[in-house]
T-cell receptor, first 115, second 113 residues
């Protein structure tokens, strides 16, 4: 099926290492979101891309987090110098052009574990 | 600040019992409201959404939610739950002021057979 695809599905890494998480949105979806789901914390908005507009980075928890979206399609979320509190499931979602009216479709997430 | 609150963090019901999960939001202006479900080991799926019109919204699998503007609420209901409804349920709101989709903390529903 042509759903939102995320890779890797699981990532275990040592504290202090950098990690890259990838998201392939549904073809034709110009809006792309990253969220973080931590135990007991629910879903936390991280960053939002919409077409060629400047991304909304207001949810990024620190300057160790960054994301880019190349060619309006694939997105990469990068976490530098990982900390144990970064352990969570990172979810990507995409939606059609009008983000206010179209539901988001979610990927299966990347489970990140920092040792 | 914009926020979404789910008051029930963990709900345990027997099959055939009725379900109501509370959701309150704090937003100014026009708001779109959603309920998502995450079954064990699966990704988030949309249950139902409210944009405008009839405040009673029907979704998949027999779920419905009612938008009550005066109470800033969007509670999820199902008359008779099944064991397969065991999952985590998230309420979410999107404001036209910010464009950000904000989620509640989630409610874990456990249905006993």
């Amino acid at each position: 099926g042509a759903g939102v695809s995320q890779s890797p599905s699981n990532k275990v890494t040592e504290k202090g290492k950098d990690v890259e998480l990838r998201c392939d949105p549904i073809s034709g979806h110009t809006a792309l979101y990253w969220y973080r789901q931590s135990l007991g914390q629910g879903l936390e908005f991280l960053i939002y891309f919409q077409g060629n507009s400047a991304p909304d980075k207001s949810g990024l928890p620190s300057d160790r987090f960054s994301a880019e979206r190349t060619g309006g399609s694939v997105s990469t979320l990068t976490i530098q110098r990982t900390q144990q509190e970064d352990s969570a499931v990172y979810l990507c979602a995409s939606s059609l052009v009008d983000r206010f009216n179209q539901p988001q479709h979610f990927g299966d997430g990347t489970r990140l574990s920092i040792l | 600040a914009q926020s979404v609150s789910q008051h029930n963090h963990h709900v345990i019901l027997s099959e055939a019992a009725s379900l109501e999960l509370g959701c309150n939001y704090s937003y100014g202006g026009t708001v779109n409201l959603f309920w998502y479900v995450q079954y064990p080991g699966q990704h988030l799926q949309l249950l139902l959404k409210y944009f405008s019109g009839d405040p009673l919204v029907k979704g998949i699998k027999g779920f419905e939610a009612e938008f009550i503007k005066s109470k800033f609420s969007f509670n999820l209901r199902k008359p008779s739950v099944q064991w397969s409804d065991t999952a985590e349920y998230f309420c979410a709101a999107c404001s036209s002021n910010t464009g950000k989709l904000i989620f509640g903390q989630g409610t874990t529903l456990q249905v006993k057979p």
